[in-house]
């Protein structure tokens, strides 16, 4: 019998109780503390950096899906990429963060921008493809960057006592 043991590959996850060095975090961290926040995309919004934003609650749903009995034997081993496969422009992103925090709050609010050069070495697009994925486990991200991002501002507000 041929088990198979999955190896994981996740695309920019963000989301309640994340990394505070993700740049979500960091973003909403700065504005909490009237601070500007650093954007590498030369102010170009028409060749924006494109990235891939995944929910965790679908990470989670995906590994749940994969998860096997501990192999013994021949193992197979494959490789998923967990991602929304649908790349959004950056700017789209914090313009969505401004617009979740502003909910979160019940007040108008907006980031102070600071536009920089893109970093050397940094990709215009990150992009999963999961078609992989669909087919071993008929599973696909779901969560909408204005639905996911809502729940981290809300989280964010409660947890730290923004005030509103």
Not at 147 to 156: H, K, N, P, V
């Amino acid at each position: 019998m041929i088990f198979q043991q999955p190896g994981l590959r996740f695309f920019t996850v963000y989301g309640p109780m994340g990394r505070p060095d993700m740049a979500y975090y960091g973003f909403t961290n700065k504005f909490v503390n009237n601070e500007p926040i650093q954007i590498y995309n030369n102010g170009d919004f028409d060749n924006d950096l494109y990235r891939d934003f995944t929910y965790i609650d679908d990470i989670v749903e995906g590994i749940e899906r994969l998860i096997t009995p501990p192999p013994t034997g021949e193992v197979k081993h494959e490789v998923y990429n967990i991602g929304n496969t649908q790349p959004e422009k950056l700017m789209t992103f914090i313009e969505t963060l401004e617009k979740c925090m502003s909910n979160s709050l019940g007040k108008e609010m907006t980031f102070e921008k600071q536009f920089e050069p893109i970093k050397p070495g940094d990709v215009p697009a990150t992009y999963a493809s999961t078609d992989k994925l669909q087919s071993a486990i008929d599973f696909k991200p779901q969560t909408s960057i204005e639905e996911g991002l809502q729940q981290f501002t809300d989280w964010y507000v409660r947890y730290y006592g923004v005030e509103k």
